[in-house]
Nanobody, 126 residues
Framework: QVQLIESGGGLVQAGGSLRLSCAAS????????MGWFRQAPGKEREFVAS????????YYADSVKGRFTISRDNTKTAVYLKMNSLKPEDTGIYYC???????????????????WGQGTQVTVSS
């Protein structure tokens, strides 16, 4: 069992930055691939970024590549998403997700994940 709690969302102007955090509980975290997804109003949830259980590999959606950075700290059982050069189209609810046992890399689909957080709102104004 893994519980995930996101934080760090908020309102920011275009071009600004935010850092999202996802605090995880449960012994499976260090062996889980982790990911971030987002859902804009009226749209389906979409993949943003993922990181392998070891932290040695990362994978990004084309829309955020070069602007967002995913990282993790297994000693703190946390995963982060640093978002730079934010655009209005980055607005949405951002979800953290855990895929157990390090399988299904690069974990870019919702069905690659076993646990989800409740989400944190990110709003980018133009």
């Amino acid at each position: 069992q893994v519980q995930l709690i996101e934080s760090g969302g908020g309102l920011v102007q275009a071009g600004g930055s935010l850092r999202l955090s996802c605090a995880a509980s449960g012994r499976s975290f260090s062996s889980s691939n982790m990911g971030w997804f987002r859902q804009a109003p009226g749209k389906e949830r979409e993949f943003v970024a993922s990181i392998k259980w070891s932290g040695g590999s990362t994978y990004y959606a084309d829309s955020v590549k070069g602007r967002f950075t995913i990282s993790r700290d297994n000693t703190k059982t946390a995963v982060y998403l640093k978002m730079n050069s934010l655009k209005p189209e980055d607005t949405g609810i951002y979800y953290c997700a855990a895929g157990l046992y390090g399988s299904r890399w690069p974990n870019r689909y919702e069905y690659d994940y076993d646990y989800w957080g409740q989400g944190t709102q990110v709003t980018v104004s133009s």
